[in-house]
């Protein structure tokens, strides 16, 4: 998604800028830009279509941007096609107004109108432009440009983050937010704004999110804000905990290679804080015991990755809780009518916490009375504001598009979750809980030990790169484990790749197999290991080249049917898609690397989401 950056201080903005741009390049874009304001000079402004390298030999090939105060953007298309044009800094017609802006202008075809019968030509096809024309017309009027700002957003429906220069105020940002994420940096005699926390830690870890309605004013001498109502406000600071070197490759090829090898440190960094004398410890919880007893319904709403983190939640939670859970893509679930009151516990999954449908979701279960429990990694977000309680998985920034050590975060602390709901409603028998617990104390070491030798997965992937198409079947934990092994695959490498349930394969999948065909077949799931097998041959005989995934113990008995076995260290059942993912995530970036794919920013996605 589009990637705001801003600064105000005493040295040139534009190093700043392009620095802060390649720092959210992770997020996705097609285009970007910058502006900068300085006395005398006024708004210049270069921007074009394609990678932030092509922006940088443009800026070299002219006469320098000079200015202390600016505002960059990485774009990723909505409306209007990703060109130089339609690029951001917009501009207003009279040169007096750029912004920057992240989200959706819902009324822009209304106020497009207004302003054409005013007399304005537009140049973009974007509803952005239109902030920019529209802050130029109240400019007539208002003395302040903070009164334009209030008038202008009175009139914008839909989601913004925007960033703000004016040609009559060379020493000034304005920034302002609705729906979309903004945060402040507070720097020494200087001051930030960005999308998220990556593209200014460089300059400093002192910041404040910026909450919906809110306006900020940022100039040398630091920064103002003030709520909807324009009443100045004090902002809560909040330091960021990791350094720039965790948002930086570290000698990797790749951002989701340093993210799959840094799972064991994060899940450590999950799970330890919550282990106290043999038992799950949620200090950060407002929840009771007798709140967990009180829900009647339990939901699990998160999209993509973090769904299938839910899938795995639904099995794992049913069996520890003994009660019924059910998992909805965030999508579905807002325009479902859901059936929630206040007596359901919606559990919300976000790595980024700022998933648009998932923050609809949230909202419409909110309205409805529903408890709000997210599992989030990044602080501050907008879904672990909005919600009542908040369990943050402490992975780290995740830069690759892929989710890896983000998905194995959220899916231990569900579980851990799950462990200490059953405990609550007392249905977790004392030796399954301390069996589960045992294993989260080495679970870290155990997913270290899948990670110290990856020659099998370079190898098959040698084998299976050049595949149209690639199955993953299992049962159970296994099928949920199959949605996002073959998600990683087909995200980064562009291969075709669909999971089922194995038992749903008679029921018309098996159609699909050919001789050749690969099918990855997830047997990690010990009561339905002779299930397993069953599929195993079921494919075989039908000429499938069979890839089995299986516990240690397990490696002969598959030796013997698959054509190709890698195993995982043996651990709890609930926690097995934990290792089990790990050779999926490994598998799907050799494929991809064979296939010469841009791993970390694959073609038409976003890291986070934030439009509909
Ligand atoms: O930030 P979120 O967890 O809310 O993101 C949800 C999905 O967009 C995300 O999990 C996506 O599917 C992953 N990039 C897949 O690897």
Same mark, same amino acid.
């Given at each position: 998604?589009?990637?705001?950056?801003?600064?105000?201080?005493?040295?040139?903005?534009?190093?700043?800028?392009?620095?802060?741009?390649? #720092?959210?390049?992770? #997020?996705?874009?097609?285009?970007?830009?910058?502006?900068?304001?300085?006395?005398?000079?006024?708004?210049?402004?270069?921007?074009?279509?394609?990678?932030?390298?092509?922006?940088?030999?443009?800026?070299?090939?002219?006469?320098?941007?000079?200015?202390?105060?600016?505002?960059?953007?990485?774009?990723?298309?909505?409306?209007?096609?990703?060109?130089?044009?339609?690029?951001?800094?917009?501009?207003?017609?009279?040169?007096?107004?750029?912004?920057?802006?992240?989200? =959706?202008?819902?009324?822009? $075809?209304?106020?497009?109108?207004?302003?054409?019968?005013?007399? +304005?030509?537009? #140049?973009?096809?974007?509803?952005?432009?239109?902030?920019?024309?529209?802050?130029?017309?109240?400019?007539?009027?208002?003395?302040?440009?903070?009164?334009?700002?209030?008038?202008?957003?009175?009139?914008?429906?839909?989601?913004?983050?925007?960033?703000?220069?004016?040609?009559?105020?060379?020493?000034?940002?304005?920034?302002?937010?609705?729906?979309?994420?903004?945060?402040?940096?507070?720097?020494?005699?200087?001051?930030?704004?960005?999308?998220?926390?990556?593209? =200014?830690?460089?300059?400093?870890?002192?910041?404040?999110?910026?909450?919906?309605?809110?306006?900020?004013?940022?100039?040398?001498?630091?920064?103002? +804000?003030?709520?909807?109502?324009?009443?100045?406000?004090?902002?809560?600071?909040?330091? =960021?905990?990791?350094?720039?070197?965790?948002?930086?490759?570290?000698?990797?090829?790749?951002?989701?290679?340093?993210?799959?090898?840094?799972?064991?440190?994060?899940?450590?960094?999950?799970?330890?804080?919550?282990?106290?004398?043999?038992?799950?410890?949620?200090?950060?919880?407002?929840?009771?015991? @007798?709140?967990?007893? &009180?829900?009647?319904?339990?939901?699990?709403?998160?999209?993509?990755?973090?769904?299938? $983190?839910?899938?795995?939640?639904?099995?794992?939670?049913?069996?520890?809780?003994?009660?019924?859970?059910?998992?909805?893509?965030?999508?579905?679930? #807002?325009?479902?009518?859901?059936? +929630?009151?206040?007596?359901?516990?919606?559990?919300?999954?976000?790595?980024?916490?700022?998933?648009?449908?998932?923050?609809?979701?949230?909202?419409?279960?909110?309205?409805?009375?529903?408890?709000?429990?997210?599992?989030?990694?990044?602080?501050?977000?907008?879904?672990?504001?909005?919600?009542?309680?908040?369990?943050?998985?402490?992975?780290?920034?995740?830069?690759?598009?892929?989710?890896?050590?983000?998905?194995?975060?959220?899916?231990?602390?569900?579980?851990?979750?799950?462990?200490?709901?059953?405990?609550?409603?007392?249905?977790?028998?004392?030796?399954?809980?301390?069996?589960?617990?045992?294993?989260?104390?080495?679970?870290?070491?155990?997913?270290?030990?899948?990670?110290?030798?990856?020659?099998?997965?370079?190898?098959?992937?040698?084998?299976?790169?050049?595949?149209?198409?690639?199955?993953?079947?299992?049962?159970?934990?296994?099928?949920?484990?199959?949605?996002?092994?073959?998600?990683?695959?087909?995200?980064?490498?562009?291969?075709?790749? @669909?999971?089922?349930?194995?038992?749903?394969?008679?029921?018309?999948?098996?159609?699909?197999? @050919?001789?050749?065909?690969?099918?990855?077949?997830?047997?990690?799931?010990?009561?339905?290991?002779?299930?397993?097998?069953?599929?195993? +041959?079921?494919?075989?005989?039908?000429?499938?080249?069979?890839?089995?995934?299986?516990?240690?113990?397990? &490696?002969?008995?598959?030796?013997?049917?698959?054509?190709?076995?890698?195993?995982?260290?043996?651990?709890?059942?609930?926690?097995?898609?934990?290792?089990?993912?790990?050779?999926?995530?490994?598998?799907?970036?050799? =494929?991809?690397?064979?296939?010469?794919?841009?791993?970390?920013?694959?073609?038409?996605?976003?890291?986070?989401?934030?439009?509909?």
């Amino acid at each position: 998604m589009c990637g705001i950056v801003g600064f105000t201080g005493n040295v040139p903005a534009v190093p700043i800028l392009l620095d802060g741009l390649e #720092r959210l390049e992770y #997020r996705g874009y097609d285009s970007a830009g910058v502006a900068v304001v300085s006395p005398g000079r006024g708004l210049q402004i270069q921007k074009c279509k394609g990678r932030l390298q092509a922006l940088r030999d443009r800026l070299e090939a002219l006469p320098p941007l000079e200015g202390t105060v600016g505002i960059g953007h990485t774009r990723w298309a909505t409306h209007g096609e990703p060109n130089d044009v339609n690029s951001h800094p917009h501009v207003s017609q009279s040169g007096r107004v750029a912004i920057v802006h992240n989200g =959706i202008i819902e009324n822009y $075809v209304e106020i497009k109108d207004f302003l054409l019968h005013k007399g +304005v030509k537009f #140049r973009s096809d974007t509803d952005s432009e239109v902030i920019a024309q529209l802050l130029d017309y109240y400019f007539d009027s208002c003395a302040d440009p903070l009164d334009a700002v209030y008038a202008v957003l009175s009139r914008l429906e839909g989601a913004y983050a925007l960033g703000i220069l004016c040609a009559d105020r060379p020493d000034m940002l304005i920034a302002a937010r609705k729906d979309a994420p903004l945060l402040l940096g507070y720097g020494d005699k200087e001051s930030f704004i960005a999308s998220d926390a990556t593209a =200014i830690i460089a300059h400093t870890r002192d910041v404040a999110y910026m909450a919906d309605g809110e306006v900020a004013v940022l100039t040398r001498a630091g920064i103002q +804000v003030f709520d909807e109502y324009r009443r100045p406000i004090e902002k809560e600071h909040h330091f =960021i905990e990791w350094d720039v070197s965790a948002a930086e490759k570290g000698g990797y090829a790749h951002f989701m290679f340093k993210e799959i090898m840094e799972q064991p440190e994060a899940l450590r960094q999950t799970i330890s804080p919550r282990l106290k004398d043999g038992q799950v410890v949620f200090e950060e919880l407002n929840m009771t015991a @007798e709140d967990v007893g &009180r829900f009647k319904r339990i939901f699990i709403v998160a999209c993509g990755s973090s769904y299938h $983190v839910g899938m795995v939640g639904k099995y794992n939670l049913e069996k520890l809780m003994r009660a019924p859970v059910e998992v909805a893509l965030a999508s579905e679930f #807002r325009y479902s009518a859901p059936l +929630v009151d206040e007596n359901t516990l919606v559990i919300v999954i976000s790595q980024s916490g700022e998933t648009l449908d998932t923050m609809a979701a949230l909202r419409e279960a909110k309205s409805l009375g529903a408890r709000i429990l997210s599992i989030v990694n990044v602080v501050g977000s907008s879904i672990a504001r909005e919600s009542d309680d908040v369990l943050y998985t402490w992975a780290g920034p995740e830069i690759a598009v892929a989710t890896t050590k983000a998905y194995s975060t959220q899916l231990v602390l569900l579980t851990m979750l799950g462990l200490w709901m059953g405990r609550c409603l007392g249905r977790v028998a004392d030796g399954e809980y301390a069996a589960v617990v045992s294993e989260l104390q080495v679970l870290p070491d155990k997913l270290g030990e899948i990670l110290s030798g990856t020659d099998i997965y370079q190898y098959l992937a040698s084998l299976y790169f050049n595949q149209d198409c690639i199955f993953y079947i299992g049962r159970n934990l296994d099928y949920a484990l199959g949605l996002e092994g073959s998600l990683k695959l087909k995200e980064i490498s562009y291969i075709h790749s @669909e999971s089922y349930a194995a038992g749903e394969l008679k029921h018309g999948t098996i159609s699909l197999i @050919e001789p050749g065909t690969l099918v990855m077949s997830l047997a990690t799931y010990d009561p339905l290991l002779d299930k397993a097998v069953s599929n195993i +041959v079921e494919v075989k005989s039908r000429g499938a080249e069979v890839v089995a995934l299986t516990t240690e113990d397990h &490696r002969q008995r598959l030796e013997a049917i698959a054509s190709h076995v890698l195993t995982i260290p043996r651990t709890h059942p609930a926690l097995q898609p934990n290792l089990g993912v790990v050779p999926l995530q490994l598998f799907a970036y050799y =494929i991809a690397l064979h296939r010469g794919c841009d791993i970390d920013k694959p073609k038409n996605l976003a890291k986070s989401v934030t439009v509909e």
